[in-house]
Every structure is written in structure tokens, then in C-alpha cells.
């Protein structure tokens, strides 16, 4: 069975036929030549919060999804499943604004410290807060408040009137962080008295803290506690991370210790021909053969995600009036954009117009006529608007697509006399929308987003159209093109499965497993291990 004790009998054997050389730094050389679980991300590992604007932009759930667990988990065909490992939430029947949440009495983190309210009360507050946290999480806009009792373990969330129906968009994977840990860097003694105090002061030292804590190349990973199934246990001189069962962890044991996790620079061959790679989430198709990437040894899965690239605007700033937003609309070309990035990165996408919907939803066809419709391009109303001014578009430049998809955009709209600036973004000087730039790109599905609205995927066709218009007139965002999907598993590997949404293959990352001989496709996931434990 190829397993890591499989690799630590290669290496004492290797160690003995090199006796007279062995010392300390050439065993360390050998385990890192050993073979591993290695798992490649498509995007840099800047930080396991995935609720910051840095965490959104670097795929940062992918990395968390198992480190911190949400209320609800996505699985593969986009159903949320409960997490009681975690928490259990139940609606108050007699109204729909308020839902009860008890946190699992086994809870806790790898420190020992227990889960509490304190630690959604912070989430909360940073979605509610993002100039002063940094946050990217909209749907807190819904909530009202929550009852929260210093180091309880319940709590009573509050909606805004007209909203609740979409509860299990809250708390997502990589949001609910140790209050403990960041209260302890921001020298703030009580979270919960901050917050429902509104003390500004407090919160700004709690808000910068939020972040920086989580910033893995400012702050060691392995002392930050996590209370999922893995904790990170060691950064690696190149970025990349070794996790570790989480011993304190109120589910069951992860199927596979240790996983060592890579950002999207990693050398994929060299780790390919030391057999320390076994799972790619990948950003191209350019350099798979070349990589090692290839049958029979890898499963390559090419397909589009849930999720969406998207324009963010800066609606308190120079995109604060919607005719101005309706006008950016109208000098941007997706078909454009969607051949371009066909053409120069063999990724197969395709445009859309829909905020709601992802072009891959079952109702998406059903609601083509409003996605064209919302992608009409106008000229004329761009000149009228925005002609002779610059916007300035900012992306992360570790993604490969979002500089072509943007030059593409200067090059429609320049026909209006709109100059786009192009400004690359680095994990190092992420910046800030309003500040450094004008718009966004971004890739997001429609999960915990649209916060104006209390409809969601499962509503019904007549509805999601409704809102659809709504979203359309009121325009905050712009959706592009759905999002190219390259993932590679080594053909040992079972249960590993891809996640439309923001989790993608880590969504069940503790239940991959490898086996001894190779896995069919058909039979790549084993029904007793495709959903994290409890999940149903």
C-alpha cells in the first residue's frame, strides 16, 4: 500500500546503505525526498482565513476547509450538509428571523480551549465591520445581531426583517477563527464586551488582529489552534504547509496524516518524480504532460465550477452613482474575454450574466434570455459616462486568466474613450478597493453573496428571475465567465471528489484515502467516506 510508512521503510533502507555519511542534516534531506501526500493548490497560500478580502481573492477555503469547518459544509452537487461536529442550527418556527445555534459540547481546539459564541460573535463582527477587519463577507449585512454569553455554548443570531431564509450561508468554512488567539494579539481582554459595546478602539486592535494572525508568512501556523480535523503543523521554506491530525478534534480521526499542502508556484515535476504529489488543483492546462500530470499514473478532470469571475466595483467611490456601474457594463466584451483565455490557455469557460445562477446550475438554461439580456453591451452609454476617464482593475497576478481577461477589457473599452489601468496585485500588497483601485476581479459562486435578497439557488425559477432584475438594476457587481477546472489525482487516490464552490477538492480533504491499488474513476469515492463525519 503506497503509504507514508511505505515511505519511511524506503528511507531507513536508504539510510542504511549510507551509514558512514547519515547525520542529522542527511535525514533530513532523505524525508524530504521521501514520498509524501502532496496536495497543489491553484492559487498562493497566504492565510487560512478565508473571510478576509486577502482570503477570498487566494482561494484561502480551499486550504481551510478542514482546518476550520463551517456551520454547513458544500458537498460535491452543491447540497449543504449540517456540521453538528461543529454546530447545530434550528430556525425558530414561529419566526424566521431568528435561529438558535448550539456549538457541540466536544468542540474545542487543538490548544484544548472549547469552541464558544465568542468565536461567531467575532465572525459576525468582522462581516459587519469590513473597513475595519478587512472582510469580504456580505451576508452578514442580513444580521441583526447575536446573543451571545462570554464562553457559552449557544447563541441566538437575529435578522434584519424579511431575512433568515438563507442561515446556512453563515459561518462558512475558514470564518470561524479562535476569538481566544486574536484577543490575545490584540491585547483586548473581553471579545464579546468589545463587541456588543461597539468600542471602536477595541475593535480596531480585534480587526487588524483577525487578520494578521492568520497571515501564514507573518505568523508561525503551527501556534495557531485550529478545531477542525487537521492542524497545521509546519511551514516549509517554499510555502508550503504539513498538516496534521488534529488530536482534539470532535469528529472522527482524518483517514490520512500527514497531507502536505503546496501553493500554485510549487515545482509540480520535481514533486511529481519524487512521488510527492498526489492531488493538483491547477490554474492551466499548459504544462500537464510536461508536469508528469497525465494517465495512467493522474486522473486529469477538465470542467467549469459554480463559481464565477467576477467584477467587484467600488460603489462608495468613483462607482457610487449606477449609471456609472450600467456604463462599466456596457464597454465590457466576456465573449471576448472567454476566447482569449480559451485560446492562450487551452481553459474552457463560458460568459454569463447571471449574479444568482451559475452557468452550470440546472435552472440556467432556463434563464438564458435574462443572462444575454444582462450582457448587452452599449457603447454609447460607456462614452456618455465614463469616455476620457481611467478605471483602474485590479487582480491577482498569480492567476493566470485575470491579466488576459483584463487587457481584453481595455481593448473594449477603449471604443468608449474609457482607458483601463491594469494594476497586479501580489499576496505581499493586496490593496484595497476605493484605495488602490477601482474594481476587482474576482472568482466567487453566489453562496453568501447577493445580500440585498433572501432568495437563493433553491428558489424558484419566477423568483431567482425577479431577482435577477434587481440584482441587474442595482449592479454592485458584474459576473464574467464561469470558472475553468484543471484537478489531477494520482491514481491511487479515492475519495477525493471536486467542489463547485469556494472549498473545491478540500471540501472532504479528511476522507481521502490512498490505496494500494489503482482506483477506478467510477469508483473514485467510497459512499462511507465522500462526507466529512456526521455529515448528512
Given at each position: 500500500?503506497?503509504?507514508?510508512?511505505?515511505?519511511?521503510?524506503?528511507?531507513?533502507?536508504?539510510?542504511?546503505?549510507?551509514?558512514?555519511?547519515?547525520?542529522?542534516?542527511?535525514?533530513?534531506?532523505?524525508?524530504?525526498?521521501?514520498?509524501?501526500?502532496?496536495?497543489?493548490?491553484?492559487?498562493?497560500?497566504?492565510?487560512?482565513?478565508?473571510?478576509?478580502?486577502?482570503?477570498?481573492?487566494?482561494?484561502?477555503?480551499?486550504?481551510?476547509?478542514?482546518?476550520?469547518?463551517?456551520?454547513?459544509?458544500?458537498?460535491?452537487?452543491?447540497?449543504?450538509?449540517?456540521?453538528?461536529?461543529?454546530?447545530?442550527?434550528?430556525?425558530?418556527?414561529?419566526?424566521?428571523?431568528?435561529?438558535?445555534?448550539?456549538?457541540?459540547?466536544?468542540?474545542?481546539?487543538?490548544?484544548?480551549?472549547?469552541?464558544?459564541?465568542?468565536?461567531?460573535?467575532?465572525?459576525?463582527?468582522?462581516?459587519?465591520?469590513?473597513?475595519?477587519?478587512?472582510?469580504?463577507?456580505?451576508?452578514?449585512?442580513?444580521?441583526?445581531?447575536?446573543?451571545?454569553?462570554?464562553?457559552?455554548?449557544?447563541?441566538?443570531?437575529?435578522?434584519?426583517?424579511?431575512?433568515?431564509?438563507?442561515?446556512?450561508?453563515?459561518?462558512?468554512?475558514?470564518?470561524?477563527?479562535?476569538?481566544?488567539?486574536?484577543?490575545?494579539?490584540?491585547?483586548?481582554?473581553?471579545?464579546?464586551?468589545?463587541?456588543?459595546?461597539?468600542?471602536?478602539?477595541?475593535?480596531?486592535?480585534?480587526?487588524?488582529?483577525?487578520?494578521?494572525?492568520?497571515?501564514?508568512?507573518?505568523?508561525?501556523?503551527?501556534?495557531?489552534?485550529?478545531?477542525?480535523?487537521?492542524?497545521?503543523?509546519?511551514?516549509?521554506?517554499?510555502?508550503?504547509?504539513?498538516?496534521?491530525?488534529?488530536?482534539?478534534?470532535?469528529?472522527?480521526?482524518?483517514?490520512?496524516?500527514?497531507?502536505?499542502?503546496?501553493?500554485?508556484?510549487?515545482?509540480?515535476?520535481?514533486?511529481?518524480?519524487?512521488?510527492?504529489?498526489?492531488?493538483?488543483?491547477?490554474?492551466?492546462?499548459?504544462?500537464?504532460?510536461?508536469?508528469?500530470?497525465?494517465?495512467?499514473?493522474?486522473?486529469?478532470?477538465?470542467?467549469?465550477?459554480?463559481?464565477?469571475?467576477?467584477?467587484?466595483?467600488?460603489?462608495?467611490?468613483?462607482?457610487?452613482?449606477?449609471?456609472?456601474?450600467?456604463?462599466?457594463?456596457?464597454?465590457?466584451?466576456?465573449?471576448?474575454?472567454?476566447?482569449?483565455?480559451?485560446?492562450?490557455?487551452?481553459?474552457?469557460?463560458?460568459?454569463?450574466?447571471?449574479?444568482?445562477?451559475?452557468?452550470?446550475?440546472?435552472?440556467?438554461?432556463?434563464?438564458?434570455?435574462?443572462?444575454?439580456?444582462?450582457?448587452?453591451?452599449?457603447?454609447?452609454?460607456?462614452?456618455?459616462?465614463?469616455?476620457?476617464?481611467?478605471?483602474?482593475?485590479?487582480?491577482?497576478?498569480?492567476?493566470?486568466?485575470?491579466?488576459?481577461?483584463?487587457?481584453?477589457?481595455?481593448?473594449?473599452?477603449?471604443?468608449?474613450?474609457?482607458?483601463?489601468?491594469?494594476?497586479?496585485?501580489?499576496?505581499?500588497?493586496?490593496?484595497?478597493?476605493?484605495?488602490?483601485?477601482?474594481?476587482?476581479?474576482?472568482?466567487?459562486?453566489?453562496?453568501?453573496?447577493?445580500?440585498?435578497?433572501?432568495?437563493?439557488?433553491?428558489?424558484?425559477?419566477?423568483?431567482?428571475?425577479?431577482?435577477?432584475?434587481?440584482?441587474?438594476?442595482?449592479?454592485?457587481?458584474?459576473?464574467?465567465?464561469?470558472?475553468?477546472?484543471?484537478?489531477?489525482?494520482?491514481?491511487?487516490?479515492?475519495?477525493?471528489?471536486?467542489?463547485?464552490?469556494?472549498?473545491?477538492?478540500?471540501w472532504n480533504m479528511d476522507r481521502w484515502v490512498q490505496r494500494?491499488?489503482?482506483?477506478e474513476p467510477s469508483t473514485g469515492s467510497d459512499e462511507d467516506?465522500?462526507?466529512?463525519?456526521?455529515?448528512?
Amino acid at each position: 500500500m503506497r503509504t507514508i510508512g511505505r515511505a519511511i521503510a524506503l528511507l531507513t533502507s536508504v539510510a542504511s546503505t549510507m551509514a558512514l555519511a547519515a547525520c542529522a542534516e542527511d535525514v533530513e534531506q532523505q524525508h524530504e525526498k521521501g514520498e509524501q501526500l502532496g496536495y497543489v493548490l491553484s492559487r498562493p497560500i497566504a492565510t487560512t482565513n478565508a473571510g478576509t478580502g486577502l482570503g477570498v481573492a487566494t482561494d484561502a477555503e480551499k486550504l481551510s476547509a478542514r482546518l476550520y469547518p463551517g456551520a454547513f459544509l458544500a458537498g460535491p452537487d452543491a447540497q449543504l450538509l449540517p456540521n453538528p461536529d461543529l454546530v447545530t442550527a434550528t430556525p425558530v418556527p414561529q419566526d424566521p428571523t431568528v435561529v438558535n445555534y448550539v456549538i457541540n459540547e466536544q468542540a474545542s481546539y487543538s490548544d484544548e480551549q472549547p469552541v464558544v459564541c465568542d468565536d461567531f460573535l467575532l465572525t459576525q463582527a468582522a462581516g459587519s465591520r469590513s473597513d475595519l477587519f478587512g472582510s469580504d463577507m456580505p451576508l452578514f449585512n442580513q444580521v441583526a445581531g447575536i446573543d451571545c454569553a462570554p464562553g457559552a455554548k449557544q447563541f441566538t443570531v437575529h435578522f434584519n426583517p424579511g431575512f433568515g431564509q438563507r442561515y446556512r450561508e453563515l459561518f462558512t468554512p475558514g470564518t470561524v477563527l479562535p476569538s481566544h488567539t486574536v484577543a490575545q494579539a490584540a491585547e483586548v481582554q473581553d471579545v464579546v464586551g468589545a463587541i456588543d459595546s461597539q468600542d471602536e478602539q477595541a475593535l480596531q486592535q480585534l480587526g487588524q488582529a483577525w487578520q494578521d494572525t492568520f497571515n501564514v508568512a507573518t505568523t508561525d501556523p503551527s501556534t495557531v489552534p485550529t478545531h477542525g480535523p487537521y492542524r497545521i503543523s509546519a511551514r516549509g521554506e517554499k510555502g508550503d504547509l504539513e498538516l496534521q491530525a488534529n488530536t482534539h478534534y470532535a469528529g472522527s480521526k482524518p483517514q490520512e496524516s500527514p497531507i502536505y499542502v503546496w501553493p500554485n508556484d510549487a515545482d509540480i515535476k520535481s514533486l511529481v518524480e519524487a512521488k510527492q504529489l498526489r492531488v493538483a488543483d491547477l490554474g492551466s492546462t499548459a504544462d500537464l504532460e510536461a508536469d508528469g500530470l497525465k494517465e495512467p499514473d493522474f486522473r486529469v478532470d477538465k470542467d467549469q465550477s459554480g463559481r464565477v469571475d467576477t467584477f467587484g466595483l467600488d460603489t462608495a467611490g468613483m462607482f457610487s452613482d449606477v449609471e456609472m456601474r450600467r456604463a462599466f457594463n456596457g464597454c465590457v466584451d466576456r465573449q471576448a474575454m472567454v476566447q482569449r483565455v480559451s485560446t492562450e490557455l487551452n481553459l474552457e469557460t463560458k460568459a454569463t450574466g447571471l449574479r444568482m445562477l451559475p452557468a452550470t446550475h440546472p435552472l440556467a438554461a432556463q434563464l438564458q434570455e435574462t443572462s444575454d439580456a444582462q450582457m448587452t453591451m452599449n457603447m454609447e452609454r460607456a462614452g456618455q459616462w465614463l469616455g476620457g476617464q481611467t478605471v483602474r482593475v485590479g487582480y491577482l497576478d498569480a492567476v493566470p486568466r485575470y491579466a488576459a481577461m483584463v487587457d481584453e477589457l481595455a481593448k473594449s473599452c477603449q471604443k468608449a474613450g474609457v482607458t483601463i489601468e491594469p494594476v497586479p496585485l501580489t499576496v505581499e500588497s493586496y490593496g484595497q478597493l476605493g484605495t488602490d483601485y477601482d474594481v476587482i476581479l474576482t472568482t466567487r459562486p453566489a453562496f453568501g453573496r447577493n445580500s440585498s435578497t433572501n432568495e437563493n439557488g433553491t428558489s424558484s425559477v419566477g423568483e431567482v428571475k425577479k431577482v435577477e432584475a434587481e440584482l441587474y438594476q442595482d449592479m454592485t457587481s458584474i459576473p464574467l465567465s464561469t470558472e475553468p477546472r484543471v484537478v489531477a489525482v494520482d491514481q491511487y487516490m479515492a475519495n477525493v471528489s471536486d467542489n463547485g464552490g469556494d472549498a473545491g477538492l478540500s471540501w472532504n480533504m479528511d476522507r481521502w484515502v490512498q490505496r494500494s491499488t489503482p482506483v477506478e474513476p467510477s469508483t473514485g469515492s467510497d459512499e462511507d467516506a465522500e462526507a466529512p463525519a456526521n455529515a448528512i
